[in-house]
DNA sequence: CGGTACGGCTTTAGAGCCGTACCGGTGCGCTAAT
């Protein structure tokens, strides 16, 4: 599983974009790690460490916070389990998924010499459960493995702050950006947990990120001047393809006829539950081994699903977005999309579970734009004002509430006051503090103030939300290469169109034209440029294309600037 | 936002059209009933 080979084992025969963003650690520094560590990390997990992991390891075990994005199969996982080796106290471990936690606890526990590794979650035995809290409190457990939700609870927080702590990994840490505001709102404490854990170093681990999904993780964690490594975006081995359809029938017609023809084993990524086993019913017809998958179904049926896949006896799963981390199957051959995605973070990460034994394979987007509507659906939906008012109603003037009272206050389920107590925290009406939940310093808020500010604070993420499926829009209908637009999109410049997607073969991304190669590059707004906008504030530029500017702003979302404009009236202020 | 199911309508008895209501993704932890 996590092996530390992977894509840098190629250097040679692949060029991959390596960035180190913010307060770098120059190159000069790789490879300083301790020898004694290195030894011991051939010892115990027989691993040949490669720069990037090398250089992340150096950063926490000396104390400095670190964001790495790497790749799957580069060896996220052994950053931090090298690291535990080195680190005095405990390594706590973060992870969305009790079944990702199970995953990497097997995965340690097949090296003899490891150190103990346990997991923290209600799916265990009681018997089970208390012999991983005797473990961690006489110091004999290294690595504890556990979801965000564990982390809201006190008691739970105290066990490990006495236990000392020596380092937190947040593994898949772009869900603390795309999951925390409403889905699994427990994400976002995440980053007041961690204080008061005792704030020992913080290793955020993900392999997709957008400069936006990176800049979200840093400061919802509150990590402090972090390392960030970003390398190897490019998937080059992967054809990108996008076909558009007018309406659904032949959408779906077109789905089933390239699914019913592909070669090897592949996933198609669909909307909705009913669409899981629409699908699977005509693919089984046409005579491929397909099989739905999604939430609704009982666990021991997904599980079927899963190891049938990895097995091969099914070759063709119909799923949801719930198929996703924990996925590991190098001979995906192809990803076909019969719906669009909400973002391109989640579609470049989807589209990234083919192919990764480095072998050739297809990603196809059938591309109707109707289908957008289901996405804009789920990016709306901002809380009752009702239930925002009610939590504002539990935190008195002078005093404070602790989070966990409010649902009990309010009558409201705890996910609900949850996600409206994040709601006025980011509208800054209320604040979170040692003693609980207070109301935010000089100003006196009215009820009916502090419903305006977190809606409108909701509305201001749903423009950002909105932009992000905008962005997808524009990869559905870019003439340009598929290529140059995911890279920009993740900050990463590929200077020539790359000949492996439509666009290239069709010829069009040659017309086109975009980026350095054409000569329309600006060299004056290079991506990640800071600007200032007179109304949308502070962002990031992402990328130039054509004549047009793309930038992000946090308050804001992607938003194209004409270049012509932004020069003759002095749209933009570069910022420091 | 857009697709689908369904009830009601009619140049009236079988079928097709229209308008309206409803629904849609991801997982943790906990509790109660079996």
Known sequence: MCAAFGPFDHDGARPYHRRVVGAA??????????DALRARAAEVFGWQLRAPQVEVIDAV??????????????????????????????????SPLVALQDDQVAGLRRHPDAPLAVTINAAEHVGDRRAAWEAIAAGTARYAFLAPEQLANDAVVDRLRQARVGLVTVDEAHCVSSWG????????????????LGRPPVLALTATGSAPVRRDVVERLRMRTPLVVAAGFDRPELRLQVVRHEDAETKRDAVVEQVAHASGAGIVYVATHAETTAYADVLTARGRAARPYHAGMPMHGRTAVHTGFLGGEVDVVVATTAFGMGIDKPDVRWVVHADVPESVDAYYQEIGRAGRDRSAAVATLHYLSADLGLRRFFAA???????????????????????????????????????????????????????????????????????????????????????????????????????????????????DPCGNCDTCSSGTAYAVGSHPADGTHDDEWPPDTAVRHPVWGVGNVMSTEDDRLTVFFPHAGYRTLALADVRKRHLLTRLP
């Open 25 to 34: 650690v120059g190159a000069g520094n790789w490879g300083v790690m301790d």
């Open 61 to 94: 075990t000396s104390g400095r916070d670190a964001l790495a994005v790497l790749p799957t199969g580069s060896g996220k996982s052994a950053i931090y389990q090298v690291a535990g080796l080195a680190i005095d106290g405990l390594v706590v471990v973060v």
């Open 181 to 196: 505001e409403d889905f699994r709102p427990d994400y976002l404490l995440l980053g007041e947990a961690i204080e008061r």
């Open 381 to 495: 939906g901002s809380p009752d004002p009702d239930t925002v008012r009610a939590v504002f109603a539990a935190v008195p003037h002078s005093g404070s509430t602790e989070r966990s009272a409010l649902a009990a206050l309010t009558g409201l389920s705890e996910h609900a006051a949850t996600r409206a107590a994040n709601l006025l925290v980011e509208a800054s009406v209320l604040v979170d503090q040692d003693v609980g939940l207070v109301r935010a310093q000089g100003r006196r808020w009215r009820a009916d103030d502090a419903v305006r500010a977190a809606e409108r604070r909701a509305d201001e993420r749903e423009h950002v939300e909105q932009s992000r499926i905008d962005m997808m829009r524009r990869f559905a209908e870019t003439l340009g290469c598929r290529r140059q637009f995911l890279l920009g999109y993740f900050g990463d410049e590929l200077p």
